[in-house]
């Protein structure tokens, strides 16, 4: 079973970047597809990026392709979001989750959650 820790939001202006950091213990950390969700105030938890085991993949919507780019460093069990062009619609509470079970894209796959770290991007 993985436990999942999430750091590095912050408050940022438009355009700013930031990278999230989402360090895993528990279980075999290259086992595991690994995704990033936002959840907005009000909205529905949305998809952001998911990476495969080792890394070859990479799946993003239409939404955040092209700003940001997800990796892994699986020596040090940890996944990185980074996120450049920041804009005030990325404010969320960002979640790392880890999966199991192929393929990464499939979302509700996804078992594993942190506690989330909260982004704030101002106009």
């Known amino acids: 079973q993985a436990q999942l820790v999430e750091s590095g939001g912050g408050l940022v202006q438009a355009g700013d970047s930031l990278r999230l950091s989402c360090a895993a213990s528990?279980?075999?950390?290259?086992?595991?597809?690994v995704g990033w969700f936002r959840q907005a105030p009000g909205k529905e938890r949305e998809f952001v990026a998911a990476?495969?085991?080792?890394?070859?993949?990479?799946y993003y919507p239409d939404s955040v392709k092209g700003r940001f780019t997800i990796s892994r460093d699986n020596t040090k069990n940890t996944v990185y979001l980074q996120m450049n062009s920041l804009k005030p619609e990325d404010t969320a509470l960002y979640y790392c989750a880890a999966s199991p079970r192929e393929p990464a894209w499939v979302t509700t796959l996804y078992e594993y959650w942190g506690q989330g770290t909260q982004v704030t991007v101002s106009s």
């Open positions: 990476i495969t085991r080792n890394g070859r993949n990479t």
């Open positions: 528990g279980g075999t950390f290259s086992g595991f597809n």
